[in-house]
């Protein structure tokens, strides 16, 4: 986790996780947006039907959670059985998969669960996974793009909305609610 830049060692005092602010947390939903959009739009061109399949599946497996159909959450590991990772994967695009599988990823998974218990957002995050797979599936990449960004766009949108709750001083950094070695719990 250290490589990843989501630890930092302070000497004669230990490790931490690195926390972001408010403004570098905005930054890289922004960044998010734009790139994801284009990894939707390239899944759109180039994904094969089996991997257009295996995101149904993927969200079927989803859908059986309690926390989701009870509008608590929606939890995702990671990896495989992320939908945002498998939408990068399918872009077929090695510098896109590495600018956002790497450090971005791990660095905004710390934080992806803390803002996803808005009531509501669970089931409308899961709901827009559903359209960008069939914009995927009918190969319309222009939609498939849209639909992405405004699906990082709303979840921005409920971070600042978060924040404006229970903010501070703008500039104080944000504090993710996972602990290290606790299991990948996401939403967007």
Excluded: W
């Excluded at 959450?73 to 990068?88: L, M, T």
């Excluded at 090695?94 to 957002?121: A, D, I, K, N, P």
């Amino acid at each position: 986790m250290e490589g990843r830049k989501l630890l930092t060692r302070i000497p004669h005092v230990g490790v931490r996780v690195v926390s972001l602010s408010f403004e570098e947390l905005i930054q890289i939903y922004h960044v998010r947006e734009a790139m994801e959009g284009m990894a939707a739009r390239l899944a759109a061109l180039y994904m094969p039907a089996e991997e257009v399949q295996g995101l149904k599946d993927l969200l079927a497996q989803h859908e059986k959670q309690a926390e989701l159909q009870e509008g608590r959450a929606y939890f995702q590991d990671e990896g495989d059985f992320d939908f945002h990772y498998r939408i990068v994967q399918g872009s077929r695009n090695e510098v896109l998969s590495q600018m956002l599988c790497g450090e971005l990823y791990h660095r905004v998974r710390l934080y992806r669960y803390q803002f996803s218990v808005t009531e509501g957002r669970p089931q409308k995050a899961f709901g827009e996974h559903h359209r960008i797979i069939e914009a995927i599936e009918a190969r319309d990449a222009e939609m498939a793009e849209i639909l992405m960004r405004r699906h990082i766009s709303s979840a921005r949108a409920n971070i600042e909305h978060h924040f404006r709750e229970r903010s501070g001083p703008q500039g104080q950094p944000l504090m993710p609610v996972r602990t290290v070695g606790e299991p990948g719990l996401t939403e967007e």
